[in-house]
């Protein structure tokens, strides 16, 4: 759901619950080409791409430590009055105006990876395949792993794929420590497939994508090009592959997306019989009215992101998960649509003015924009449905 959020002079509608029985998301499907939020303040926003580039500089574990929430997400708004029940209540300050969540979209880009975790060490100074090799050959394969683990995808399989040629390969890949780590045991997984000497058969590839999941969707790509097998078909900007289909044990994103459709449409649903209440005047007094309505299935409503009165969009970052792209994207999405709201009341009542903030807090104003934010994330699940559903085909 949307959320609007009213911080003293900064209304915001937030994304907040979105009841998710997979990981969360939040979504729009027909939001414009290009929002005024994603041009805005200095050059594209790059939201969830921020994330991954984290991933891919200091490994998909560090981060999956900082994004370790792995509870459902709804998008909702917080209305001008933070009210009991409201999703960004847990967000207000003593002074009661709202919290900012964190700006994914706005975060600075992250540090370059160093040249080795904290505390490898290099046998062969400049020399990374060297000192690998060099350590292996000594025996003490946890300081080769120290220097590949700090390596990005695309280096690490060619280091990989090196290794089988110096002769170091199996006792590296046959240790515990290489094989525990999900990103590593992957890209061992895909150099052996490479290099197996006959074409990936269907079932190789969906074991292949068992291994995908927890790895951010940037590195699936990478690997998925590594063995020859990287297909994509674009949705609103994002790049879809074989990553996001059915593993030889795990699910694929195609019920989850069915399930985001429902819970789309669900909300959709709710927001109107809110708004049909005419004891809901404001934007809070409709958020408390959907907050209650999905408490009583046993429901509980977090916030997702947020759209300000400035145009500033804020994402929160969620656990990494096969589907977790998707749903991000579907939150930027449902965000847009809540973007071009406030500016369009920008431009006829004026930024932060007494009738603009009544006109952002009016029920049935807000009520019809969370009904649009929703529909635009169903018609973008839709697509991106057809679209697995296309790539679930090409997998023989």
């Given at each position: 759901?949307?959320?609007?959020?009213?911080?003293?002079?900064?209304?915001?509608?937030?994304t907040?619950?979105?009841?998710?029985?997979?990981?969360?998301?939040?979504?729009?499907?027909?939001?414009?080409?290009?929002a005024?939020?994603?041009?805005?303040?200095?050059?594209?926003?790059?939201g969830?791409?921020?994330?991954?580039?984290?991933?891919?500089?200091?490994?998909n574990?560090?981060?999956?430590?900082?994004?370790?929430?792995?509870d459902?997400?709804?998008?909702?708004?917080?209305?001008?009055?933070?009210?009991?029940?409201?999703?960004?209540?847990?967000?207000?300050?003593?002074?009661?105006?709202?919290?900012?969540?964190?700006?994914?979209?706005?975060?600075?880009?992250?540090?370059?990876?160093?040249?080795?975790?904290?505390?490898?060490?290099?046998r062969?100074?400049?020399?990374?395949?060297?000192?690998?090799?060099?350590?292996?050959?000594?025996?003490?394969?946890?300081?080769?792993?120290?220097?590949?683990?700090?390596?990005?995808?695309?280096?690490?399989?060619?280091?990989?794929?090196?290794?089988?040629?110096?002769?170091?390969?199996?006792?590296?890949?046959?240790?515990?420590?290489?094989?525990?780590?999900?990103?590593?045991?992957?890209?061992?997984?895909?150099?052996?497939?490479?290099?197996?000497g006959?074409?990936?058969?269907?079932?190789?590839?969906?074991?292949?994508?068992?291994?995908?999941?927890?790895l951010?969707?940037?590195q699936?790509?990478?690997?998925?090009?590594?063995?020859?097998?990287?297909?994509?078909?674009?949705?609103?900007?994002?790049?879809?592959?074989?990553?996001?289909?059915?593993?030889?044990?795990?699910?694929?994103?195609?019920?989850?997306?069915?399930?985001?459709?429902?819970?789309?449409?669900?909300?959709?649903?709710?927001?109107?019989?809110?708004?049909?209440?005419?004891?809901?005047?404001?934007?809070?007094?409709?958020?408390?009215?959907?907050?209650?309505?999905?408490?009583?299935?046993g429901?509980?409503?977090?916030?997702?992101?947020?759209?300000?009165?400035?145009?500033?969009?804020?994402?929160?970052?969620?656990?990494?998960?096969?589907?977790?792209?998707i749903?991000?994207?579907?939150?930027?999405?449902?965000?847009?649509?809540?973007?071009?709201?406030?500016?369009?009341?920008?431009?006829?009542?004026?930024?932060?003015t007494?009738?603009?903030?009544r006109?952002?807090d009016?029920?049935?104003?807000?009520?019809?924009?969370?009904?649009?934010a929703?529909?635009?994330?169903?018609?973008?699940?839709?697509e991106?449905?057809?679209?697995?559903?296309?790539?679930?085909?090409?997998?023989?």
């Open positions: 759901m949307g959320v609007r959020e009213a911080a003293s002079a900064d209304m915001a509608r937030a907040a619950p979105v009841a998710r029985r997979a990981p969360q998301a939040t979504v729009l499907g027909s939001a414009p080409a290009v005024p939020w994603l041009t805005g303040g200095g050059g594209p926003a790059r969830a791409a921020t994330v991954l580039a984290l991933q891919a500089s200091v490994g574990r560090q981060v999956q430590a900082l994004l370790a929430r792995r459902p997400v709804s998008v909702q708004r917080c209305g001008v009055e933070v009210h009991d029940g409201c999703p960004c209540a847990a967000d207000t300050a003593q002074d009661g105006t709202t919290g900012a969540m964190p700006m994914v979209s706005r975060q600075q880009p992250p540090a370059p990876a160093p040249a080795a975790g904290p505390g490898c060490t290099f062969v100074p400049g020399n990374v395949l060297e000192s690998v090799v060099a350590s292996i050959n000594a025996g003490t394969v946890p300081e080769a792993f120290c220097i590949l683990n700090g390596r990005a995808m695309p280096e690490l399989l060619n280091l990989l794929l090196a290794m089988k040629s110096r002769g170091v390969y199996a006792a590296y890949a046959g240790s515990g420590q290489a094989q525990g780590d999900p990103r590593m045991a992957a890209a061992l997984h895909a150099v052996d497939l490479h290099t197996k006959s074409p990936i058969t269907g079932p190789e590839l969906r074991g292949l994508i068992d291994r995908l999941g927890t951010p969707a940037d699936r790509a990478t690997i998925l090009r590594f063995v020859g097998k990287l297909v994509t078909l674009r949705v609103r900007g994002l790049d879809l592959d074989f990553s996001y289909c059915r593993g030889a044990s795990s699910a694929g994103c195609l019920a989850e997306v069915r399930d985001a459709i429902a819970e789309g449409l669900d909300f959709a649903s709710v927001y109107t019989a809110c708004g049909r209440d005419r004891r809901n005047r404001t934007g809070g007094q409709i958020e408390s009215c959907v907050s209650a309505a999905f408490a009583r299935r429901v509980q409503l977090q916030v997702a992101g947020s759209t300000s009165a400035s145009g500033q969009v804020t994402i929160n970052a969620p656990a990494i998960t096969q589907c977790q792209p749903h991000v994207k579907a939150t930027e999405l449902h965000e847009a649509v809540h973007a071009v709201t406030v500016h369009q009341l920008e431009r006829r009542f004026g930024r932060g007494p009738a603009f903030n006109a952002f009016e029920a049935s104003g807000w009520v019809a924009d969370e009904v649009s929703r529909r635009a994330e169903v018609a973008f699940y839709r991106v449905l057809a679209a697995l559903q296309r790539l679930e085909r090409m997998i023989k």
